[in-house]
């Protein structure tokens, strides 16, 4: 339930939305108003809010009545709930100091999540439905149904278990990372940065200890990659370190390039693993049994979730809860780059194949592929101090 104040404000915003399709009427069902802003998030409310003021000065008056509504529900922490419209709640929520992160003290943006997954408590679940499967599964749900968040540098994507920040900075930035009780983990995606004297280079990743702040300083080609904390105990914590990256090789039940080895992994929380999609290539679907994120560090791609179709480019966030058929189509001209966050780890066991096998261009042999490309993914490099 919510109280009057934040329903006048729900009702007020999609009044406004209304207005920028044309579509405004006096009588607006709260129910409906309530699922229209939730399912479609702030930041897009905004901009079409602000794009329509532009484009019809005669609606100002009113639009500005739902920019001043949307204002309020921001304030309110209204967008950082994900199950704002069930029972469901996610235990012990927290939002990590990686909020305050950014280059050159711009401002940071904390940005929900515009798939938002929740079941009024008194609602069944449908027998075969995704939710279904993924309750039976045993793994906890992620609290959103899959689907793909795009993120600016410097937003946050969030669900239940984890909060990821986008981190895109250019050559010679400086960047803070606070303490946090939870540990910290930043992959890099590519260039190199150093943080607090230790070199870290694309494909490495730094973990950095409960409670420790770092300062980070954007290397020659400047650093992209991705920031992540996890809910759960991490046990024993990890200690600040640089993490080597992990050597790849082919995977042809997928037609993909996955660690050779254990990926990047820690306690029974998560792992983290690089992957590679050659050009042309459409992966196998599969389920990996365990809730799943990509962070997306090349593109354009094509993903596929339960069938539902979705563009994907550097800088999203793909979430695929658990129970999830799921596959990729490479688009672009060079290899498309990725890594897997899995709560809980991905073991081979939970793996499950689907009925589309991969394919690849005319010709296509995986590791012929690879055996002409690996020298694009140099060995690991040993990590600094």
């Known amino acids: 339930m919510i109280d009057t104040s934040t329903a006048k404000s729900v009702v007020a915003l999609y009044q406004g939305l209304r207005e920028t399709k044309g579509t405004a009427s006096p009588a607006i069902d709260p129910q409906e108003a309530l699922a229209a802003v ?37 304030a309110s922490g209204f967008f950082n709930d994900l199950f704002a419209l069930g029972a469901l709640k996610p235990k012990n929520r927290f939002v990590p100091p990686v909020a305050s992160m950014q280059p050159d003290a711009a401002p940071v943006s904390v940005r929900e999540l515009e798939h938002p997954g929740f079941r009024p408590a008194n609602k069944p679940l449908r027998k075969g439905s ?26 946050l994507y969030r669900d239940a278990e984890t909060v990821i920040g986008r981190i895109d900075a250019p050559a010679g930035a400086k960047l803070g990372i606070g303490g946090s009780p939870r540990p ?16 870290v280079h694309a494909g490495q990743l730094l973990a950095l200890a409960p409670n420790r702040a770092a300062d980070v300083t954007a290397g020659a080609r400047g650093v992209r ?10 046990t024993p914590a990890p200690a600040t370190s640089v993490h080597p990256r992990v050597p790849l090789a082919p995977f042809d039940a997928e037609q993909i390039i996955v660690p050779a080895g254990t990926p990047f992994a820690f306690g029974d929380v998560f792992n983290l693993g690089e992957v590679l999609v050659p050009p042309g290539v459409t992966t196998s ?6 809730n799943e994120r990509y962070l997306m560090m090349g593109g354009p ?8 179709k979705t563009e994907v480019q550097s800088g999203d966030i793909v979430h695929i809860p658990s129970g999830g058929l799921q596959n990729i189509k490479n688009d672009s001209g060079a290899a498309l780059r990725f890594y897997c966050l899995c709560t809980p780890p991905f073991v081979p066991e939970t793996y499950g194949a689907g009925p589309v096998a991969g394919s690849g261009p005319e010709g296509f042999d995986l590791k012929e592929w690879w055996n002409t490309n690996a020298s694009d993914f140099p060995a690991p490099k040993q990590p600094a101090g």
Do not use: Y
Request: proline share 3%.
């Open 225 to 234: 990659g991705f920031i992540c904390e996890l809910e759960g105990s991490i």
């Open 301 to 308: 791609a094509t993903m596929f979730i339960d069938g539902v």
């Open 184 to 199: 910290q983990f930043f992959v890099v995606g590519s260039g190199s940065a150093l943080i607090d004297g230790k070199e």
């Open 38 to 74: 939730t399912r479609i998030g702030s930041t897009k409310l905004r901009e079409q809010l602000e794009q329509s003021q532009k484009a019809n000065p005669k609606r100002k008056a009113q639009l500005a009545s739902a920019l001043a509504a949307l204002n309020n529900l921001e």
């Open 130 to 155: 995704l939710a279904w499967r993924q309750e039976r599964s045993g793994v906890k749900p992620m609290g959103v149904a899959g689907g793909v968040t795009r993120l600016a540098p410097g937003e």
């Open 285 to 290: 679907q599969h389920d990996v049994g365990v």
